[in-house]
């Protein structure tokens, strides 16, 4: 059987262990094709021993912020965020949906404030699994399926 592998990297960050289904998604996300500066690695459903098959994606030259992190979590929640210096993991995060989400997910109700105005957009996550998410304005809940990042 052929074994696959994707070069180490020096400096920059890995996301691992995303679900196949989520890694372009990903990719997308952080818009990461729209940025011709950085060198990027992708891999997809690749063998892991954790969960099946798995994607993963090196960025070199470049570390993302809590922001990213918790877009990632919404859509891949059990992803890992490795920082890499040196060609040596110095920082390994296991993502997970935070409590409160701030700005990065728009509010599904034409009629909430936050699509009248330019406020930032607050959730409450009441639940992970499923995810569910409730507006702090206009106290809808959203769904996985409803959730629109920005």
Do not use: W
Not at 9 to 19: C, M, R, S
Not at 38 to 62: A, C, D, E, P, Q
Not at 68 to 85: Q, V
Not at 133 to 145: G, Q, V
Request: aromatic share 4%; with cysteine.
């Amino acid at each position: 059987m052929k074994e696959y592998k994707i070069s180490a990297i020096n400096e920059g960050t890995v996301i691992d262990h995303i679900t196949p289904e989520a890694t372009f998604k990903v990719i997308e996300i952080l818009n990461l094709d729209k940025r011709p500066d950085l060198i990027i690695s992708v891999g997809n459903n690749m063998g892991s021993k954790h969960i099946g098959k798995k994607g993963i994606i090196k960025i070199s030259g470049s570390f993302l912020g809590t922001d990213d992190a918790n877009k990632i979590a919404l859509i891949a929640p059990n992803a890992t965020l490795n920082i890499i210096r040196n060609f040596k993991v110095t920082e390994k995060k296991q993502l997970k949906i935070p409590d409160k989400i701030e700005s990065i997910v728009k509010c599904f109700n034409p009629n909430c404030i936050t699509n009248v105005e330019r406020i930032a957009t607050k959730f409450t996550v009441t639940s992970r699994n499923p995810l569910k998410l409730l507006c702090a304005y206009c106290e809808r809940s959203m769904k996985r399926e409803d959730i629109v990042l920005l």
